[in-house]
Every structure is written in structure tokens, then in C-alpha cells.
């Protein structure tokens, strides 16, 4: 397997600076050593092993935003943006990673105590500690006011019952948080869920099987089952019944970190193809000499540039600390959208050989789909768009 994407000092997106450029430039030898001489084994076994989480922790490329109290440098959002990008373009089953370092790290950092933050934060730079977050429950989708797991205070416990499913970084995770529904009485305007912080030997948790999947096979998925599972007060994260809120005000990063990636793939399946058809032949003549194959390449390379120029201006909105909740949420419903619609093309252009294992578009056209599903269904999405829109 081969990294396509050559560095380039000459990066001209305007939030990237020279030391972002050499954050990129680091991670991406680190990656080229530590991660794709042995990703296709990965996928065979099903899982990241946790050596690579503690290798990538020590040399100082997770949560790099945290304070310096904690571990981190205090580094801004693009330091994420490049992680993002340059685990992607290793294969999209290192997402668990992103998630792990700026989807549920930044819960702990706005939410928590003092406490939690010494006790959790420094773990999860030093990829000591994996963490996932579950909110997903079987049959709920992605209605998170309708959360049926239960968390019910008893002598300085919420016991609680439930079970979710579809969680990344699930099945290994040391920590997870949990979207539970602390005031049963409450209606869906009013809340009543909260985020509570449970340690994987928690009495009372269990781990269902390691779901497999069509795609992003060592991205470790799993159900979790809670049966009266004990977890002390002090492990609640923010304020009992808020739990809807914090999520709604990190639902911006998260789908533009959703959105990022999945753009980013679509680089690669358009980098895989042009390479492809410059050596492959057909009818005597290379692929890549048809006005078919030409228009093609021209339409993917023309979404992927708009895709960039709205996502670039995104980033720089989020880092400045708008409200773009609308906008990103159009950016992921676009982008993973058109990335689905960008592996059938480079599948076509790889004819035959785009059904062979061994190939990495074969691997992008699998991993893909499942990415219109994050952070709400488009159609969850789509809700939101057209009421916010004033629809």
C-alpha cells in the first residue's frame, strides 16, 4: 500500500501555518512507518491494536488542543484538522482515533470537573486510555430526545438499564460516556438525559459481540448492555438533565470532523483512479486517453475543489468560534453524499480490478456508505437543515 498524497510545504489553505505544516509533515512519516505497512493486516484481524493508540500517544499527536495542565500544547483546531486528514488518508477505519481525540475528549474538556479532567485527560494523550461515546440505542436511530436507557440515582449510584449499539471504539474502549435519561417524566423539550462517565470494569456493564460490518472492518463496533450497572454520582458529566444541550453544542465539530473526512477520502479514490487509468489499457490504448474516462476524472476533481473551498471556509468559521451549526450540517450531508457518489465512478474506472480485495479503491468503495450515517441520518439532517433554514 502506498501513500498517494505527497507532502507539500506549499499548502495554501489559510488556516494551516508553518507548523501545522509541520505537524502534517510529521504525522504522516510517523503513519508511512507505523500504520500502513501493517493496515491490511489490520483489516484481517478486525482491530487497531492498542500498541499502535499508545505509539501514536507518545509521540504527541493526540488531543494536542488540551491545555498544557493536562498533557496538551494548547494548539488550535487546525492541529485536528490535519490529524483528521492524514488518518484518513491511511483508510477510513481509523476513525475511532478522531473520535477518541476531538469528539469525546472535548465533552470532558468543557464539561467536567477538575477531577475528571487530571483523572482522564492525561490517559487519553498518552493513548493509555481509549474511549468512545454511546448514544446509539437499537430501533431509536438517531432520535436522541427518545433515549430509553435509565440511569435512576440510589444511595450515591445511577443504577443503570439500557443497552446501545453501533459504538466505535466500543468493544476496547476504558471509558465510555453514556447518554442516559435521568428524569423519566420529562418530555423531549424539557431534556432530561445526561452524560455520565462509566469505566469500562463498571459492575453491571457488559460487551456484546464485535459487530461486523460491510466496510471499516478494524474499526471496532459493539453493543453494550447495562443490567443495573452501578456507577457513582461524582461520574456525571456537567449537569444532571443537560445532557441534550452538550451534545447539540458539540454536534457542530463533530459533523464537520465527519464532513473532513470524508472529503479527504474522496481525494484519495480520485488520486487511486488517476493512477490506475494512466497505466491501464483497453482497447489498445490507455484508460486514461478516453474522453469518457477524462469527463469523468474532471467531474470528480470539480466536487471534490467545491467541497474543499466550502469545507476550508467551515474551519475557519468554527476556529473563530461561529455558529455554523446549518452550514455544517450541509457540509456533511453533501460531502458524504458525494463521496458515495465518487467511489461508484472510480469503481467504474478501475473496471474488473475495483472488485479485487487487494485493491485499495475496493476498500474505499466499502468503507464509504456507512459515513452518511454519522451524527444523524441524512434524513435527520436534512430535518434540521430545512427548520433552521426557517422551513
Known amino acids: 500500500m502506498v501513500n498517494t498524497m505527497a507532502f507539500n510545504k506549499n499548502d495554501s489553505r489559510s488556516f494551516l501555518t508553518e507548523e501545522h505544516l509541520l505537524f502534517k509533515q510529521s504525522i504522516r512519516e510517523f503513519l508511512d512507518k507505523e500504520a500502513i505497512p501493517f493496515y491490511d493486516q489490520w483489516e484481517k484481524e478486525g482491530e ?4 499502535f493508540w499508545k505509539k501514536i500517544g507518545n509521540n504527541g499527536f493526540l488531543c ?42 472535548p465533552y470532558i474538556a468543557s464539561f467536567g470537573t477538575l477531577d475528571q479532567k487530571q483523572r482522564y485527560l492525561p490517559k487519553f494523550i498518552s493513548g493509555e486510555m481509549i474511549s468512545a461515546f454511546a448514544m446509539t440505542e437499537p430501533g431509536m436511530g438517531s432520535e436522541l430526545a427518545n433515549i430509553q436507557t435509565t440511569a435512576i440515582k440510589k444511595d450515591g449510584y445511577y443504577i443503570v438499564n439500557g443497552a446501545k449499539t453501533f459504538i ?14 435521568t428524569d423519566l417524566d420529562a418530555v423531549p423539550s424539557n431534556d432530561g438525559i445526561s452524560l455520565l462517565l462509566i469505566d469500562k470494569d463498571t459492575p453491571g456493564l457488559t460487551r456484546g459481540r464485535k459487530l461486523e460490518k460491510a466496510g471499516q472492518n478494524s474499526s471496532e463496533t459493539a453493543e453494550l448492555f447495562f443490567d443495573d450497572a452501578s456507577v457513582p454520582v461524582g461520574n456525571i458529566l456537567g449537569e444532571e438533565g443537560k445532557g441534550l444541550s452538550y451534545i447539540m453544542q458539540k454536534l457542530q465539530q463533530e459533523r464537520l470532523m465527519c464532513a473532513i473526512g470524508s472529503l479527504m477520502a474522496a481525494k484519495d479514490m480520485l488520486h487511486l483512479t488517476m493512477n490506475f487509468i494512466k497505466e491501464r489499457k483497453a482497447i489498445g490504448k490507455k484508460i486514461s486517453k478516453f474522453n469518457n474516462a477524462q469527463f469523468t476524472i474532471a467531474e470528480i476533481a470539480t466536487d471534490i475543489q467545491l467541497g474543499r473551498t466550502f469545507v476550508d471556509g467551515l474551519i475557519c468559521k468554527h476556529m473563530n468560534g461561529e455558529n455554523i451549526i446549518t452550514e455544517v450540517s450541509m457540509a456533511k450531508y453533501w460531502i ?6 465518487i467511489s461508484e465512478k472510480c469503481m467504474q474506472l478501475h473496471d474488473g480490478y475495483g472488485n479485487m480485495g487487494d485493491y485499495k479503491i475496493a476498500r474505499r468503495h466499502r468503507d464509504i456508505p456507512v459515513t452518511t450515517f454519522y451524527t444523524g441520518s441524512d434524513e435527520i439532517v436534512k430535518t434540521l437543515i430545512a427548520k433552521n433554514i426557517g422551513f
Open 168 to 181: 466505535t471504539n466500543g468493544f476496547k474502549a476504558d471509558l465510555l460516556i453514556v447518554a442516559c435519561k
Open 336 to 341: 458524504t453524499e458525494m463521496s458515495k457518489r
Open 48 to 51: 487497531v491494536p492498542r500498541s
Open 64 to 105: 494536542p488542543w488540551l491545555d498544557v495542565e493536562f498533557g496538551g500544547v494548547g494548539a488550535d483546531f487546525g492541529y485536528s484538522v490535519v490529524l483528521a486528514e492524514e488518518l484518513e488518508m491511511v483508510g477510513s477505519a481509523l476513525v475511532g482515533i478522531s473520535i477518541h481525540s476531538d469528539v469525546v475528549a
